[in-house]
């Protein structure tokens, strides 16, 4: 997998994730709340005289009335009265009432709510009574009870869980999206953080070896620059040979190490510390202008990796690091290992090798053999 894309797919991955388990929390939490049932029925206003004067008297009446069923339901009377008459019946039985008016039709839907279908349908027939024994519409007209009661489950709702979970799933989604991108910044950001950290100012670009257009892009840097190229591998294991011989087909300049060059760092992905060390030894004729990061396969030999992998004691820099800053200052490094006897040296010489002659010089003079010889 490309590791220019691993944090973004992580990050993906954890919002995805979050949205799920928020869908699932939300839709069962109201999939889980106690089940409601809501009772309906309906009375309709009749008139009681059939000539045309009480029609129309009829229809004045039931305009203005009508809407009083409202009241007449929820009112303390009505409610105290069915309380008492229904066992079971909820102390806040007012709240759990709604009526609906059809307009211009005289009807009158009431409906009621409660925790089984035989109490809600007790509740909404008491009901029901109450509005027909009021006589609201007389002397004109008067309600009557239109059909039986149709008894339907109300709660939970998974239609609103459903809805409900997939508005938390987003949000959720969103923030945790938000928050991986900002706690697991991916290796481009790490290496642009330390190179501001070690006080670079100047903009420096980071391209990676896997794009179609490195090369076209390095030779826009290199005529921004104004001098050759000059490939640094802060890192031993990556392969700035394959970069360099593209450069040189594309008659790109690179340089040789000597004059006024523009340096170009190459390294492995999120790799910002050995980038920034790097770069601050670099003389001033050789500004860093790029970073590229290789996303190819590592190239150094096993015996190469576990030899540069151990910590020498230059400051506590790591020997991949301190060997990366030595070719950045053009000085040669010296690398001590606690585990065996040799010494490089800035020469290149080795101690042992200078003890080894040294014990063969003492040896030749006290041999008598030597000597006369």
């Known amino acids: 997998m490309n590791t220019l894309r691993r944090p973004l797919i992580l990050s993906v991955a954890i919002a995805a994730a979050l949205a799920v388990v928020a869908f699932v929390v939300t839709f069962v939490v109201v999939a889980a709340g106690p089940k409601q049932y809501e009772a309906r029925v309906a009375v309709v206003a009749t008139p009681k005289g059939t000539t045309d004067a009480a029609i129309q008297s009829f229809g004045s009446v039931v305009a203005l009335t009508l809407p009083g069923v409202t009241d007449l339901v929820k009112s303390p009377t009505a409610t105290d009265t069915v309380i008492h008459s229904v066992d079971g019946a909820p102390s806040d039985l007012a709240d759990r009432i709604s009526v609906g008016i059809v307009p211009a039709s005289g009807l009158a839907r009431i409906s009621v709510t409660a925790d089984s279908p035989e109490l809600a349908t007790k509740l909404v027939l008491a009901l029901q009574q109450q509005a027909l024994d009021a ?25 609103l869980g459903a809805g409900f979970g997939l508005a938390a799933a987003v949000a959720a989604g969103l923030i945790g999206f938000g928050a991986a991108r900002l706690l697991l910044p991916d290796g481009d950001r790490r290496i642009r953080s330390a190179l501001r950290s070690a006080g670079t100012t100047r903009p420096v670009a980071v391209l990676h070896s896997t794009e179609t257009d490195i090369v076209g892009r390095l030779r826009v840097v290199q005529s921004a620059a104004g001098a050759p190229l000059e490939l640094l591998a802060v890192e031993p294991d990556v392969d700035v040979e394959a970069l360099a011989a593209r450069l040189s087909a594309a008659a790109v300049p690179v340089s040789a190490g000597e004059g006024a060059r523009a340096v170009v760092a190459v390294s492995r992905p999120g790799a910002g510390r050995e980038v920034a060390l790097a770069t601050g030894a670099l003389p001033d004729d050789a500004p860093l202008v790029a970073v590229v990061v290789s996303d190819n396969a590592p190239v150094a030999s096993a015996s190469a990796r576990s030899t540069v992998s151990r910590n020498n004691t230059t400051g506590g820099v790591s020997g991949v690091t301190a060997s990366a800053v030595a070719a950045a200052a053009g000085v040669p490094v010296a690398i001590e290992s606690d585990g ?23 040896a030749a003079t006290d041999d008598p053999a030597a000597e006369k010889n």
Not at 135 to 159: E, H, I, N, R, Y
Not at 341 to 362: F, H, K, L, Q
Request: aromatic letters at 2%; zero cysteines.
């Open 135 to 159: 006589d609201l519409l007389a002397p004109a007209g008067k309600l009557t009870s239109l059909g039986q009661p149709t008894v339907t489950q109300v709660a939970p709702d998974f239609t």
């Open 340 to 362: 065996d006897d040799s010494r490089t040296t800035s020469t290149g010489s080795t101690e042992s090798t200078s003890s080894s002659t040294s014990a063969s010089t003492s």
